[in-house]
């Protein structure tokens, strides 16, 4: 899911877009469905790389992916094919587990695919592009990729003391602006007493779990996230276990970003349960679930018992939820090779799944000359894993001439 929504990608090509991808989009987000043609969408949070990259992201955000391969290259013997970018993200849709079952193809029958696509296609009409909304939709509803129940209204809440800094603080913020959002915490709390600043903290929290203004609620959400980043004893466990609680997407997503950055400054103090409950890729938002992931993946690097989670999710049948924990794994063992859990890597390298082994196959050859001894000077700071052996012999020669 993305934003709270069944999020589907639609894969087209930009000469046939106005005509045949725009229409399609706007048919299934008036049912609902967030549908996403990736060169019209800005890039999501966090990512670095090049165009691949964002589309892998969006691609894993996605519950179900489309393509409309139309004729977009006509060689001399009237043979058509459609742009070679459609057929690069099919075959980046079908390295994702969740998404392999979930690809729908629509083609005019005079449009050839390559031998390596599966020929199962249907029916595309360029002249008729509701039809084909309609026909993504019935092939949506035998996956049951149905929109979730709209969240209640919140009920109105009282005025606060501090509203006026609060409405200066929400006041023109885009959500994703946190330089902005940590300059304007800062200067606020900066010049605030102890309990002034408590007080704030106390709105931005009520704007993100009641607000039904969701531009406010989103900004409300990044001011929440920069105080705690500023000093996460502002933001109580209590005040993020009810964010990671609430039925919204947006509060859950601000739970998520909070344990992140408290796992970077404060690993001991994230609760490994409540973590777990937001690493989900399979049943979470994409906004939930990838800071969750990312709060996994910083506190194994400080935490083994944080590995848990991700046994957990490896454990399970949800081919989503296992491609995540082995691409968590790859993220961590180009960080700090030593704190991979080997069993857990040899576990799911031996996975039924072929995509799932073979990326955990590659993590099993990036930390293959990690020693049991790195792995354990990894998480010594926290506390020896082994009993320490005697002292050698040059050691214990300087210990006998001292006494």
């Known amino acids: 899911m993305l934003r709270g929504q069944v999020a589907i990608v639609l894969s087209c090509s930009e000469k046939f877009k106005p005509a045949v991808a725009w229409p399609v989009r706007d048919v299934l987000t008036g049912h609902g469905l967030c549908a996403i043609i990736v060169r019209d969408e800005p890039p999501l949070p966090g ?77 595309l009409d360029v002249a008729a592009p509701a039809v084909a909304a309609d026909v993504i939709l019935s092939q949506l509803r035998q996956w049951g990729l149905v929109p979730g129940p709209a969240s209640p209204p919140a009920a109105p809440r009282p005025a606060a003391a501090e509203a006026g800094d609060v409405n200066a603080l929400v006041a023109g913020l885009r ?7 940590r300059r304007r915490i800062y200067r606020l709390l900066r010049d605030r007493a102890t309990d002034q600043r408590r007080q704030i903290v106390r709105e931005l929290h009520g704007e993100v779990m009641e607000s039904d203004d969701q531009a406010r609620k989103l900004a409300a959400a990044s001011l929440l996230e920069a105080a705690s980043r ?34 970077t400054v404060a690993p001991c103090d994230v609760p490994v349960d409540m973590l777990g409950r937001l690493a989900s890729p399979s049943v979470e938002d994409w906004f939930v679930w990838a800071p969750a992931m990312a709060a996994v993946q910083e506190l194994v690097l400080h935490r083994r018992d944080a590995y848990v989670i991700l046994e957990s999710l490896a454990a399970g049948a949800d081919l989503h939820d296992r491609h995540a924990v082995a691409q968590a794994l790859l993220e961590v063992a180009e960080v700090q ?62 210990l006998a001439e001292v006494s």
């Open 230 to 263: 500023l000093d996460h004893a502002l933001v109580s466990i209590e005040m993020v276990e009810t964010l990671a609680t609430h039925p919204g997407y947006v509060a859950r997503s601000c739970a998520a970003n909070v344990l992140r950055d408290r796992a």
């Open 337 to 398: 090779p030593a704190a991979v859990d080997r069993d857990l890597a040899g576990h799911l390298a031996s996975d039924p799944d072929p995509l799932i082994a073979a990326k955990a196959q590659q993590v099993m050859a990036a930390i293959e000359h990690v020693t049991d001894r790195d792995h354990a000077d990894c998480y010594r700071r926290f506390g020896p894993l082994t009993p320490l052996g005697p002292p050698n012999a040059d050691v214990a020669s300087a």
């Open 175 to 181: 959500p994703d602006d946190h330089d902005e959002a």
């Open 47 to 123: 990512i670095r790389g090049g165009a691949e990259a964002n589309t892998g992201r969006y691609l894993d955000a996605a519950s179900a992916f489309v393509a409309l391969c139309t004729a977009d290259h006509e060689l001399s013997d009237g043979t058509k094919y459609p742009r070679a970018s459609i057929i690069d993200e099919i075959h980046l849709a079908c390295t994702r587990p969740h998404l392999r079952d979930r690809c729908q193809v629509l083609r005019p029958p005079d449009v050839l695919l390559p031998s390596d696509i599966n020929p199962t296609y249907d029916c």
